[in-house]
């Protein structure tokens, strides 16, 4: 007797509505995990920022005792913040009392101590004008390769609408900028130093402002050769209301070391002094700039063989009216004529 057996082949797979579930089972866990990581990352940098804050107004306290007045500045307190957190000091020297505010790149939160409140508290100072982010690297963005065409991006739809934003230019062909976007304020009119132009833009953001602001640069193929820097802060007093210094150019046959910057007289306490500084030089310079006298911010090196300039800045929270300090800048290279610096107090908003 002959048996016949039927042999059926089965097919194992899963079909679309399946792998539709399993994809958006994926994706929210993905996202509780971002969310979660991003809460611990946070909190984390929230203790950073109290724990640095909680340090140094022991160390405030000590350097009192010692020197019977608290310092008067971030530079001369020695301070030092953990990685990616920035202070910004205010002496009140009127009532001899400080008060220190922390902000870091890792959180929106902010806090600051004080004499009067003797622990941690959230928030900014009183009346503080704050820079953004971390005074090395965050807070700015390098324009220097976000070139379109003979233009430079400048993207500011991640800034928050009512801060400050500054665009610092310098570059080598002889003339005006070719273009340069609705709203921004000429606040320093360009100034030549040797082979070298430096000029300084600044608006307040506004809600209605296009994402990316396009510069023109100046002369044919100007983008090239051109390094810009775009950077910005919160509660800044309308840009009528600023201070704007005088350039202090490099003398000839100056050593690497060189006060640059000319003091300009403060009109309202509380107000951000920025000190920025520019060079060109054929020397590659790859190290960060020197400064002394203000709390170094950024500093955006050359770019190959033709952006040759440099931009440094620096800050101070000038807490009463006054002269401002100077900075003091280390070269790398020593050059002739062709480095030079300004300073621009920005007030609080009221």
Known sequence: MITTRAHRRSSVGFTLVELLIVIVVIAILAVITIVSYNGVAKRAADSVMQNDLSSSAQLLEKLKIDGSSYPDSLATAGLTPSPGVSFQYSLDSTTGSYCLTATSDKS??????????????????????????????????????????????????????????????????????????????????????????????????????????LFGAAGSGGAGTTNMALFWGSNGAAISSWTIGSFGDRANNATPTTT??????????????LSISTERTIADETSYTSLSGVTPWFYIPQYGSTKLQTITIGYDEQASTGTSKAMTVTYPNPQTTNGTAIQIAIPPAS
Do not use: E
Not at 260 to 273: Q, R
């Open 260 to 273: 640059l910057t000319p003091t300009i007289n403060v009109t309202v306490a509380k107000s951000l002094v």
């Open 108 to 213: 929106d939160d902010t806090y600051h101590i004080s004499t009067d409140s003797g622990n941690v508290q959230s928030g900014v100072c009183p009346g503080d004008n704050m820079i953004s982010g971390s005074p090395t690297l965050a807070g700015y963005t390098d324009l220097s390769n976000a070139v379109s065409g003979n233009s430079f991006v400048a993207s500011i739809g991640s800034i928050p609408t009512g801060d400050w934003i500054i665009a610092v230019i310098s570059y080598t062909n002889n003339a005006d900028m070719a273009s340069v976007p609705s709203g921004w304020t000429n606040i320093v009119p360009r100034h030549t130093t040797n082979t070298m132009q430096t000029v300084v833009y600044a608006k307040i953001k506004q809600a209605s402002d296009t994402d990316q602001q």
